[in-house]
């Protein structure tokens, strides 16, 4: 099982990235998939999540800013990031979990400057 997280980068507070998390060896269709973000000095917390039914969870500091998606055909889930603020800076990580064991991906730095 393989997760790839891309997308990230340097972005002036108010404006917008879309992450995407391309995930490999599992049937995606079944699977939740989560986005946790690490600020500089802190520990990983969520973010946002969305189930394979398709219904989705937020983090209350996102929610109405950010959005999460999936495409089943091709095996994505994306975070769509709007309005964003300098302490929405981070490495952002995806994450499933096969089998109750999880797998991370490697994480996309976002920098929102002020």
């Known amino acids: 099982v393989q997760l790839q997280a891309s997308g990230g980068g340097l972005v002036q507070a108010g404006g917008s990235l879309r992450l995407t998390c391309k995930v490999s060896?599992?049937?995606?269709?079944?699977?939740?998939i989560d986005w946790y973000r690490q600020p500089p000095g802190k520990q990983r917390e969520w973010v946002a999540g969305?189930?394979?039914?398709?219904?989705?969870n937020y983090e209350v500091a996102v929610k109405d800013r950010f959005t999460v998606s999936r495409d089943n055909v091709w095996r994505m889930a994306y975070l769509q990031m709007d309005r964003l603020k300098p302490e929405d800076t981070a490495v952002y990580y995806c994450?499933?979990?096969?089998?109750?064991?999880?797998?991370w991906g490697q994480g996309t730095q976002v920098t929102v400057s002020s």
């Open positions: 060896g599992i049937n995606f269709r079944l699977y939740d």
């Open positions: 969305i189930k394979s039914s398709g219904s989705t």
């Open positions: 994450k499933t979990d096969p089998s109750g064991a999880d797998v």
